[in-house]
């Protein structure tokens, strides 16, 4: 999922709810969101490892 299909989809879930959130809030959410999908990616190879 690039930036640009994240955006979309949080702005979806955000709905009309009276919250702002800048793209630079958006860009730090995928920045940790990639972050934490590699980590997970990770962790599997070493369990499957064992």
Known sequence: MD???FK???L???G???ITIT???LFKM???HVVI???NREQEK???KR
């Open 46 to 48: 070493k369990l499957k």
């Open 37 to 39: 999908n590699k980590w």
């Open 23 to 25: 793209d630079e809030d």
């Open 12 to 14: 979806k879930q955000k």
């Open 3 to 5: 930036f640009e299909e």
């Open 16 to 18: 009309n709810a009276p």
């Open 30 to 32: 995928y920045l940790s």
């Open 8 to 10: 979309e989809e949080v």
